[in-house]
Each structure stands twice: as structure tokens, then as C-alpha cells.
């Protein structure tokens, strides 16, 4: 059974600029949720998608956007991008909506802006 | 809002020491409740979460975590650790019907020889 795979594993962009970054969830995984972990920071929410609707949403702004392929994978992409969206991207997969289904994590994208 | 406090930043133990990690957590009903580890370059890792029951939870690699709910405490714990645990450990904590997990700012774990 394949894990949960990200792309790229580390990426530099310049302030202004705009990134995708892309996820493929484990097999038979209906739901993707992506987080933002700065350093030294514990990850932080940013969206869920499920069967392809976005279904929750944390407090980032709307240059942060996602997609939900029927496929299940995802992507998420940032425009405008800012020094401060220098982070570790983390996306993880579950079978379900709702804690109760354990999310398995990728290795994420390592993001810097300059 | 739920919130998450991990008090300590880092800790270091000797191999074979026992550990305890702490954790605290603001929410106003019955939480979901989860450690995660997280190795260098690698994504997080569950080892344990608490849903309802029993307030002692068992995990992978040795570890347990206890439910205190008048303390509002889940600590992690674990009676001898390895050079190979050394990594960052997350708590998190949900809500019933949430998707998204809330996590604290972690502790870094080093182990000395």
C-alpha cells in the first residue's frame, strides 16, 4: 500500500509569485486535509477537502486555495506568495471526515519565499 | 476554541530513562485527543489517540498517554526510551465532528548516550 506522496519535496519562490504544491493521498482516501507548519511551530490547519468539496477551513486568507481531483489527489496553490508563507506544507489523507478517522501524514513541501 | 499547551520546548534524557511529556488542552466538551511524532525530513506519525473509554492509552513503540480530564492533561509517557526516539512530539486535539486537528508547538526530544 503506497503512503501519502507530496511535490515537490522542497521548493524556492519569490515574494509576489504563485505556487502549486501536490499531494497524492493513500489508496482508497476520501478526504485530504493540508496544514502549514512554520519552523519551530506546530502544524496548522488550512482546509479539508471530501470527495472533492472543500469542507472546513482554518484562518488563512483566500490566496490560499485547493482542489480535490476525482482521483482524490489534491493540490494546493498560493498566490501573492509572502515571506511569512516560508513553512513546512503537510497534507494528510484519511477515509473519512471527522477525527475519528486517523490521518496519515505525507513528508511535505518545504516551501521558502524570498 | 480548542488550544493546545505543550509547556516544554525541549527535554533531553538519558537512554533508558523514563519520560513524560506534558500537554494540556482547552476545550469545553469530551476532546479527541492524539500524540504525534515527527523525525527530521518526515511527515507526522500517530502514536496514540484517545477517543472515550479507558483514560490509560496504549500506543506504538512503547509509548502511553492519560487522559486527565480534571486536569485537562493528556501526558505522554514512557518507562525507558531509545536513542530512536529522539525526534519533536506534537499533541492535538479535536473536537467531535471536527476536521481539523489543533496542534501544540511541540516538544524537541534529544537523548543522550
Known amino acids: 500500500e503506497t503512503g501519502v506522496t507530496q511535490s515537490p519535496t522542497h521548493l524556492i519562490k519569490t515574494r509576489g509569485q504563485q505556487v502549486t504544491l501536490r499531494c497524492s493521498s493513500q489508496?482508497?482516501?476520501?478526504?485530504v486535509s493540508w496544514y502549514q507548519q512554520a519552523l519551530g511551530q506546530g502544524p496548522q490547519f488550512i482546509f479539508q477537502y471530501y470527495r472533492e468539496e472543500e469542507n472546513g477551513r482554518g484562518n488563512f486568507p483566500p490566496r490560499f486555495s485547493g482542489l480535490q481531483f476525482p482521483n482524490y489527489s489534491s493540490e494546493l496553490n498560493v498566490n501573492a506568495l509572502e515571506l511569512d508563507d516560508s513553512a513546512l506544507y503537510l497534507c494528510?489523507?484519511?477515509?473519512?471526515?471527522?477525527?475519528?478517522?486517523?490521518?496519515?501524514f505525507g513528508p511535505g513541501t518545504r516551501l521558502t519565499v524570498t | 476554541a480548542q488550544s493546545v499547551t505543550q509547556p516544554d520546548i525541549h527535554i533531553t534524557v538519558s537512554e533508558g530513562a523514563s519520560l513524560e511529556l506534558r500537554c494540556n488542552y482547552s476545550y469545553g466538551a469530551t476532546p479527541y485527543l492524539f500524540w504525534y511524532v515527527q523525525s527530521p525530513g518526515q511527515g507526522l506519525q500517530l502514536l496514540l489517540k484517545y477517543f472515550s473509554g479507558d483514560t490509560l492509552v496504549q500506543g506504538i513503540k512503547g509509548f502511553e498517554a492519560e487522559f486527565k480530564r480534571s486536569q485537562s492533561s493528556f501526558n505522554l509517557r514512557k518507562p525507558s526510551v531509545h536513542w530512536s526516539d529522539a525526534a519533536e512530539y506534537f499533541c492535538?486535539?479535536?473536537?467531535?465532528?471536527?476536521?481539523?486537528?489543533?496542534f501544540g508547538q511541540g516538544t524537541r526530544l534529544t537523548i543522550n548516550p
Open positions: 489508496s482508497g482516501h476520501n478526504t
Open positions: 494528510a489523507s484519511s477515509l473519512g471526515q471527522g477525527p475519528n478517522y486517523e490521518q496519515y
Open positions: 492535538a486535539v479535536a473536537g467531535q465532528g471536527a476536521q481539523k486537528l489543533v
